[in-house]
């Protein structure tokens, strides 16, 4: 009996030895399993135009705290405007102007672009001067006509602010710093990612689209709009010139600096009227539209962008038909990110 | 002495050396480590670059032939290798790359470029794949106007020329033709369609077609320089060669590292030896402290013991003392009182004489040994360096004590050797005495037999003279042999009882031998006999014929003492002015100078005897009358003591002889007395053969009758 045992441990010890040295040989190559969900996120990944999923990996107190630097007012200068002001997360992440007011009702110089979404563009501003969304968040604070404020009075503000000191205090080892703002603001920013949109959910083979919007996806393809709006945002993936078949700035006149695009960064006559492709991302509820906000609907931004990047007059159906697929763009923030009030 | 400091010092030096060695070792060692652990931090930036560059490069690629629909992919390769580069360019700020920082701010430089590249491409891909996708719409529409046309087949085959040129995106075979190839076929289209039919040439299509046919060849050329920018800017080499370069140092930074760990594992490993060495040493000093520390108790006890039985000896040696001063003092009284009864017969009378004379003497020789012995204890025995006739010395000797021997009917022998020298430096007062106390001893414990004086000369270097006693007497136990020579010690407390004795006697010789510079030995047998060898250097540096070696005969030199063996007493004529206070003294001495026919004048002291002397003063007494011929003065006395008052008859000029009689027996009073003027000086008790040596000396003789003393 005790010789069976005796054999039995060694046989095991020798296993467990096998084993170990040989992990492959309790970890067989898992079977290829293809099922439905996976071969259709296979195939809308390599398409042109990937759906959106939730944002993953955020810190949620850092969220938290993003969230309510992002709607405080005593950043600014005169302690009115919050970084909400101009990117009203309710109502399609900007301001519905064309033109913002920021402090002391001074207006800005070109049209405040959506928050949602921001965190997949490859750059930020019109101009993509800034690469992060860190980066971006010097610009509003500091700028004189928007909150006009500065990083010494914003860091002493929020230390006399007992509630900011602790969650900071709590989310980051230096507490209050200015790394510290711009980082929780960047990751509420992050997880600004609008879903579920009909289109999306198109994509993903969840629902159909009207027959006008599924024709405007098509012609969105023949067109070539899909040559620069394409990826996840549906565009803020690369610069272009803005009148590739026309003068744009010309024909409309009274052109501004905000109107010189990546010249204003480069210096360069190459990128003279060169601004980042916009995402079209939820553009139904971005109006008014362009960098400097002039056109107040869809079809006016259709027409004018079929005329100066591609060289075409379209008909009024089509103009139609790439509405209504653009007002499928539209998606919502995840259930859990309800927008604050 | 120099030696040992350092031996003390070496152990505690090599551990601080070696602790010292060791704080290097382990300093350099993780330098090294430090600096394999930033070469690979700085490799890894490199990798990160290099992949996020190979990943762009192939995103562009993958853009640029249609096999990416959309941006994204290339964005993210973008983002990586823009915050790769962001990376450099902050740990160039850091000053990490010190030694690279060169190639860094290249590679920096070169990242930059491609990052605008990146963007030329993008903005061009995007406009190209539009004017590629329109283009075949253009083309189309041409080919149908041919078609309506009925175009000959040069036409259909220029239009596809035409096509093919614009829409190929095989960009390396065409590299560097640029529009050429396009030019070239629409020139042939034009000419084709001239000679078809020349109104076409202006239609709208073919205007559109052309138009397009040189847009999308642009573009196609923008893309793909743009492209070029991304993938051929020569990162790469610039990686490369850095990569390789940081592989080489971090193989020599951990090769430096494991060296220093080596030399580390070294230094400590003989750290740990000096340490275990210098606790074995610090152990073994303790030990020896320990021992040396048992050594010093047992010697204090040792010593202890020794002063305890010293301190004993002493005890017993006064008791000892006592008793022996006690018992002749007591012989002396009752005979004393004997005669003052007057009633004692003749020979009762002589009896206690004698028994007085006796005791008194033994008296004084107890005296005498324990002032020696107190003079030798105290340092303060000298011995004088005499030109001395050996022969006499000895011969001297034998002959006081063989009237001894004869009386106890011993046989007594003296044995010369075959030469002897004429003379030796030594001290013959000392020597006597030695010699004296070793024969009476011998007599003394010898109750019969023989006891032989035998004398040794050994003609070696120092001219030792060795004078040897041996008698068949009662022998000493051989355990009392060591001690022999202690002072306060008898060979038996018993002995003394048996045979008298102060017990002084061998340790005062031995003290005396030694400051001769001799040694004295001694081999006994208990109930056979002893034997005592003085051997005494004799100082005689010169040859010994120099020092005339001769057969010793007896008679050869007068004895000293040969008056008292004889008996016989010179008469002398003169005057003696007795200076001496004691009244008892005064009686005694001026009787015996009577005896010797002498006239005395007493003076009862200094004072006294100065004015007898010189003259002028009253208090001369009877000793008024001078001159006189030899002046025996006493140096203690009242009023004016013999110093003073020898001086003050020297320096009055007065030669008379003075001899001074003094109790101070020991050494320097004679000096002392010569100093203040005396010529010779006896000692108290006087014995009287010395005084009738002084009366021969510094008085003329007078033909004489014979006295008994």
């Known amino acids: 009996m005790s010789r069976i045992i005796e054999l039995g441990i060694v046989v095991g010890g020798l296993l467990t030895l096998a084993v170990y040295l040989d992990p492959a040989s309790i ?55 919050s970084c909400a002001s101009c990117h009203d997360i309710a109502s399609g992440g900007d301001d519905g102007r064309r033109r913002s007011i920021g402090v002391g009702g001074a207006e800005g110089e070109i049209n405040a672009p959506t928050v949602l ?123 272009q010139r803005f009148g590739l078949f026309g003068d744009y700035f010309e024909d409309r006149g009274d052109v501004t600096e905000a109107d010189l695009g990546r010249f204003a960064v480069t210096q360069k006559e190459i990128d003279r009227y060169v601004f980042k492709v916009p995402s079209l991302r939820n553009i139904a509820r971005t109006a008014p539209y362009l960098h400097d906000g002039s056109l107040e609907s869809l079809s006016e931004v259709v027409r004018t962008m079929a005329h100066y990047q591609l060289g075409v007059r379209l008909p009024d159906r089509d103009v139609d038909d790439l509405v209504a697929f653009l007002e499928s763009l539209t998606g919502e923030l995840p259930r859990e990110r309800l927008p604050h009030k | 002495m120099n030696a040992q400091p350092s031996a003390r010092w070496r152990t505690p030096s090599a551990v601080l050396l070696l602790a010292a060695g060791t704080a290097l070792a382990w300093v350099m060692s993780n ?117 309506r046309a009925r175009a000959d087949a040069r036409s259909a085959e220029a239009l596809q020329s035409v096509v093919i040129a614009s829409l190929d995106s095989s960009s390396m075979r065409r590299r560097g033709e640029g529009t050429r190839p396009v030019d070239a076929a629409l020139t042939e289209l034009r000419a084709a369609v001239r000679e078809f039919r020349a109104e076409l040439l202006t239609s709208d299509e073919l205007l559109e077609l052309e138009r397009q046919s040189r847009l999308v060849t642009r573009r196609r050329l923008d893309a793909d320089q743009a492209m070029a920018g991304v993938t051929q800017t020569r990162l790469d080499d610039l990686l490369q060669d850095l990569r390789c370069e940081l592989i080489e140092r971090s193989a020599t930074a951990a090769a430096s590292a494991k060296r220093h760990r080596g030399v580390l594992i070294f230094v400590v490993f003989g750290l740990l030896l000096a340490l275990v060495s210098a606790w074995l040493r610090l152990k073994r000093s303790h030990t020896e402290i320990s021992e040396a520390n048992e050594q010093l108790e047992s010697r204090i006890q040792a010593r202890t013991a020794e002063l305890e039985k010293a301190s004993r000896a002493k005890s017993e040696f006064l008791a000892n003392m006592s008793d022996e001063i006690r018992t002749p003092m007591n012989a002396i009284l009752g005979y004393a009182d004997v005669l003052r009864d007057g009633e004692a017969s003749a020979d009762e009378v002589d009896h206690a004489v004698e028994s007085i004379h006796r005791n008194c003497k033994f008296l004084l020789a107890i005296i005498n040994d324990i002032l020696d012995l107190s003079k030798i ?43 002897m020298p004429a003379k030796v430096y030594t001290d013959p007062t000392r020597w006597t005495q030695v010699l004296m106390n070793l024969v009476s001893n011998a007599l003394k414990f010898t109750e019969s037999g023989s006891v032989i004086l035998r004398v040794d000369f050994d003609a070696g270097e120092a001219g030792a003279l060795a004078v040897i006693v041996r008698d068949t007497g009662i022998g000493i136990e051989e355990s009392r042999i060591p001690t022999l020579f202690d002072a306060f010690t008898q060979a038996d407390a018993s002995t003394t009882r048996r045979f008298g004795g102060t017990g002084l006697g061998l340790a005062v ?37 120099a020092a005339g070696l001769r057969a010793p005969k007896d008679g050869a030199a007068p004895a000293p003492g040969s008056e008292s063996s004889s008996h016989a007493l010179r008469q002398h004529s003169g005057h003696v002015l007795l200076v001496e206070d004691g009244r008892d003294n005064q009686i005694l001495i001026s009787r015996a100078l009577r005896k010797r026919g002498l006239q005395v004048s007493i003076a009862e002291n200094g004072q006294e005897a100065c004015d007898a002397l010189l003259g002028g003063g009253d208090s001369c007494g009877d000793a008024c009358g001078g001159p006189f011929d030899l002046v025996l003065m006493d140096m203690q006395m009242p009023t004016m003591d013999g110093y003073t008052a020898a001086s003050r008859v020297r320096n009055a000029g007065l030669r008379t002889p003075i001899v001074a009689i003094t109790a101070h027996a020991l050494e320097g009073d004679r000096q002392r007395c010569i100093d203040a003027g005396c010529d010779d000086y006896i000692t108290k008790p006087v014995d009287w053969r010395v005084l009738n040596r002084m009366l021969d000396r510094y008085l003329s003789a007078s033909p004489a009758k014979a006295a008994i003393s």
């Open chain 1, 27 to 81: 970890d067989p190559p898992k079977a290829q399993r293809h099922d439905r969900d996976s071969r259709v996120s296979e195939r809308v990944e390599r398409g042109p135009i990937p759906p959106l999923s939730p944002p993953v990996g955020l810190d949620p107190e850092r969220v938290a705290l993003g969230e309510r630097l992002f709607h405080e007012p005593g950043l600014s200068r005169d302690g009115k405007i």
């Open chain 1, 117 to 239: 979404n921001a965190a997949l563009g490859f750059r930020q501003f019109w101009d993509g001067r800034v690469e992060t969304l860190e980066e971006q968040v010097d610009g509003p604070i500091g700028h004189k006509s928007e909150m006009g404020s500065d990083w010494p009075s914003v860091v002493a503000w929020l230390q006399s602010q007992d509630s900011y000191r602790k969650s900071f205090e709590n989310s980051y080892d230096d507490g209050v710093t200015p790394d510290n703002v711009r980082n929780a603001i960047a990751n509420y920013e992050r997880s600004l990612i609008t879903v579920d949109s009909p289109f999306d959910r198109f994509l993903r083979g969840e629902r159909s689209l009207s027959s006008s919007a599924m024709r405007g996806y098509q012609r969105f393809i023949e067109l070539g709009c899909i040559s620069c709006h394409q990826g996840r945002a549906i565009g803020g993936n690369l610069f």
């Open chain 2, 31 to 147: 330098r090294a480590a430090g600096h394999a652990e930033q070469t690979l931090r700085q490799q890894s930036v490199l990798e990160r670059m290099w992949r996020a560059d190979a990943v762009l490069s192939a995103s562009v690629l993958d853009l640029r032939h249609g096999h990416a629909l959309h941006f994204d992919e290339v964005v993210t390769a973008q983002r990586d290798f823009s915050s790769a580069t962001d990376v450099l360019r902050s740990s160039l700020e850091t000053g990490v790359w010190e030694r690279d920082a060169d190639a860094i701010e290249k590679l920096v430089a070169a990242a930059a470029n491609k990052g605008i590249s990146l963007e030329r491409f993008k903005s061009a891909a995007a406009i190209l794949r539009n004017s590629q996708r329109y283009f075949p719409l253009v083309a189309s529409k041409v080919a149908g106007l041919l078609a």
């Open chain 2, 377 to 419: 204890e105290a340092g303060r025995m000298n011995v004088e360096r005499l030109e001395v006739d050996p022969t006499d010395v000895v011969r001297n000797v034998f002959k006081m004590m063989e009237q001894n021997a004869a009386q106890r009917g011993l046989d007594f022998q003296l044995i010369w050797p075959a030469k």
């Open chain 2, 509 to 545: 010789s031995a003290r005396i031998v030694e400051l001769l510079g001799g040694e004295i030995r001694v081999r006994s047998e208990l109930g056979v006999g002893s034997e005592f060898e003085v051997r005494v250097a004799t100082g005689l540096t010169a040859p010994l014929e």
